[in-house]
């Protein structure tokens, strides 16, 4: 496990409170196999020495996390959802279409989501 000042040891992370919290109520378990799944890097850029912030889709009830992604990668994915849902720019954001890698880690995020939660199991 790479030693990340985010991800200090085995037996604990300071972002319990962000895993844990409601939209995503992740055990740390489930946020452990996310951070193995990205390989402790971003999953759009690839960056391995920043922060990982947990993505989700703001259109869903659900909010389900699609994965983890570096704060500019973050930043990106506010305007390619505005884009998609048809929102209005505001503070900043521009709407735009996905970059390769952004549609890459879109589409990767959707096979996850429909493997945990088929169509039928989400309303």
């Not at 992740?26 to 799944?37: A, D, H, P, V």
């Not at 884009?83 to 996905?98: V, Y």
């Not at 879109?106 to 493997?115: D, H, K, M, Q, Y």
Request: charged share 30%.
């Amino acid at each position: 496990m790479p030693n990340r000042p985010w991800f200090p040891g085995d037996d604990q992370h300071r972002s319990c409170y962000t895993h844990k919290r409601a939209p995503y109520r992740l055990s740390c378990g489930q946020f452990r196999l996310m951070l193995e799944t990205a390989e402790y890097a971003c999953e759009i850029c690839g960056r391995e020495d920043q922060k990982l912030h947990i993505d989700h889709d703001h259109d869903r009830p659900t909010r389900w996390p699609r994965g983890l992604v570096c704060s500019g990668c973050n930043k990106g994915l506010k305007c390619v959802d505005s884009k998609r849902h048809g929102h209005l720019p505001t503070r900043g954001i521009t709407p735009r279409e996905p970059t390769e890698a952004e549609q890459r880690y879109l589409s990767r995020a959707e096979e996850r989501r429909l493997a945990c939660w088929p169509p039928d199991a989400v309303s």
